[in-house]
């Protein structure tokens, strides 16, 4: 069974720092993309980020550039994001997803974690 | 930026038929954005419904149905439920590894 795990969430002062983990398990880490899409409370969904299978390249929202950074452990099935600089917008649940890209034929996410909250406020 | 566009609300009476639609600020979408829809009730995990425009999720009853109508892509739910009453957003793919998140409609049965 796949499972995608998030942790890591919590209250953060704007400015702060603060590290998302997501451990996979259930399917082979290493041929997927991975991704992290969040949720500002009583909004829609947003991607924030995605990594490719190998970690060679990575992707954000114009929002998070240069503030967030996103890194998987292929070893330790896992998944990061590191958010520096952090805002009050910043503010919401962190989903960790799978990608299917189906040799590049295709996009969309497959499975999702159940999310983390951050929190941004002082 | 590109903007993805969904109507904010829906209402559908039980045992009816709703098509949400999903579409582009600037310019049509066809399949190259491999449209994908999810379904989402208020404080839940996203559930995957349709990708690549058309392909059932596991799992996801064929009530459920994907397709580009003119210039958009589609979601059709027939025989409307009252578990089929909550958030629905669309993705479509833009290239380069980015994907964009439509609004969200939010479905109402009654």
């Known amino acids: 069974e796949v499972q995608l795990v998030e942790s890591g969430g919590g209250l953060v002062q704007p400015g702060g720092s603060l590290r998302l983990s997501c451990a996979a398990s259930?399917?082979?880490?290493?041929?997927?993309?991975m991704s992290w899409v969040r949720q500002a409370p009583g909004k829609g969904l947003e991607w924030v980020a995605n990594?490719?299978?190998?970690?060679?390249?990575?992707y954000y929202v114009d929002s998070v550039k240069g503030r967030f950074t996103i890194s998987k452990d292929i070893a330790k099935t896992s998944l990061y994001l590191e958010m520096n600089s952090l805002r009050a917008e910043d503010t919401a649940v962190y989903y960790c997803?799978?990608?299917?890209?189906?040799?590049?034929?295709?996009?969309?996410?497959?499975?999702w974690g159940q999310g983390a909250l951050v929190t941004v406020a002082s | 930026q590109t903007v993805v566009t969904q109507e904010p609300s829906f209402s559908v009476s039980p045992g009816g038929t709703v098509t949400l639609t999903c579409g582009l600020s600037?310019?049509?979408?066809?399949?190259?954005?491999?449209p994908s829809w999810y379904q989402q009730t208020p404080g839940q995990t996203p559930r995957t419904l349709i990708y690549?425009?058309?392909t059932r999720s596991s799992g996801v009853p064929d009530r459920f149905s994907g397709s580009i109508l003119g210039n958009k892509a589609a979601l059709t739910i027939t025989g409307a439920q009252a578990d089929d009453e909550c958030d629905y957003y669309c993705?479509?793919?833009?290239?380069?590894?980015?994907?964009?998140f439509g609004g969200g409609t939010k479905l109402t049965v009654l």
């Open positions: 997803a799978r990608v299917v890209r189906g040799g590049y034929s295709t996009y969309y996410f497959d499975y």
């Open positions: 259930g399917f082979t880490f290493n041929p997927y993309w």
């Open positions: 990594i490719k299978q190998d970690g060679s390249e990575t």
């Open positions: 600037s310019g049509s979408v066809s399949t190259n954005y491999y």
């Open positions: 690549s425009t058309n």
């Open positions: 993705v479509l793919y833009m290239g380069n590894g980015i994907p964009v």
